[in-house]
């Protein structure tokens, strides 16, 4: 159906975004810390890296236990991955990589629980934020390669001001700055194809930070403002909308429920939605914009 078309993968927590062809929608992509996902006409969050090459003897192992934790939390856990991943501080920690963009951490893991089944495009995980609460998002200023371009700049702002917009019980404060002292969510710059990664909510909190990959910078405004909306989405709880087809990533192929899913989003409809802003992946040509439906879940939630 699809032919000479751009697959990027966007998303999740790993959000990222990666470059591929028809043929090559299956194929796994390695080195995930070195090398982001690339974009152009579509944009999806899942990709992998070979889990088999361990750093040493105390990195994290993909397990069938894990993967069946995984699975049962309704997530895809064909490709999990082992990665390093960067905490704020500059330390590192192992975690696994979840549909290409969605970080966990075995803590996490082992806290995480869903309930009930998924009947809808529209769900959510079992952890939310508390609210009401203010939000604090610090992007990355300065003259390092952490520090967000112009069109990263733009396009979070953008996507603050539509979370904003909507009078939910949790609202967004932006600043662009150096310092990230007393910001709950920093969002950030890191070389690599078009992209992003985020996690999900814990303990009441939204997950403390989003990467955005360089590849970004020559995307419009409204890119960029669909992937920080995205990645924002994930840290307060929100799953990608398409998990039964991936057929936003011209993919045929459910990402499993275990028998027991996600929490579906009540007044939110059944089927494909093919302009939610976390759909699994997207165009080039987006907005950033939310959808109806989008807009029904946000409130529900919040």
């Not at 909510?201 to 403390?208: H, I, L, T, V």
Request: proline share 3%.
């Amino acid at each position: 159906m699809i032919t000479n078309i751009t697959i990027f993968c966007k998303d999740p927590f790993y959000p990222t975004y990666l470059t591929t062809q028809k043929n090559l929608f299956m194929k796994k992509i390695k080195s995930i810390l070195a090398v982001s996902f690339v974009a152009l006409t579509l944009f999806s969050c899942n990709k992998d890296e070979d889990t088999t090459a361990q750093t040493n003897q105390e990195s994290l192992k993909v397990t069938p236990e894990v993967l069946n934790k995984i699975s049962s939390l309704s997530l895809n856990n064909s490709d999990v991955q082992v990665i390093k991943n960067t905490k704020l501080d500059g330390t590192t920690e192992d975690a696994f990589l979840v549909e290409g963009d969605i970080i966990i951490t075995q803590d996490q893991l082992n806290k995480m629980d869903l309930h009930g089944g998924i009947t809808t495009e529209q769900y959510r995980t079992t952890n939310l934020v508390s609210a009401p609460r203010t939000i604090r998002i610090v992007g990355l200023s300065g003259t390092g390669t952490s520090a967000l371009s112009t069109n990263m700049r733009a396009g979070l702002q953008a996507a603050v001001n539509r979370y904003n917009n909507l009078g939910l019980s949790i609202n967004f404060t932006l600043t662009f700055s150096s310092s990230t002292s007393g910001a709950n969510i920093v969002v950030r710059r890191q070389t690599g194809s078009a992209g992003g990664v985020a996690g999900f909510p814990s303990g009441g909190a939204p997950f403390n930070s989003v990467t955005l990959y360089s590849g970004l910078d020559s995307y419009s405004t409204g890119v960029n403002a669909h992937v920080a909306a995205h990645e924002i989405g994930h840290c307060i709880g929100l799953r990608h909308t398409d998990w039964f087809s991936r057929q936003s990533c011209g993919q045929n192929s459910n990402e499993g429920t275990a028998g027991v899913g996600a929490i579906h989003i009540p007044g939110t409809p059944t089927g494909y939605d093919s302009s939610s802003y976390m759909r699994a992946c997207f165009s080039s040509s987006e907005t950033g914009a939310f959808n109806g439906n989008d807009v029904t879940a946000l409130n529900y939630l919040y």
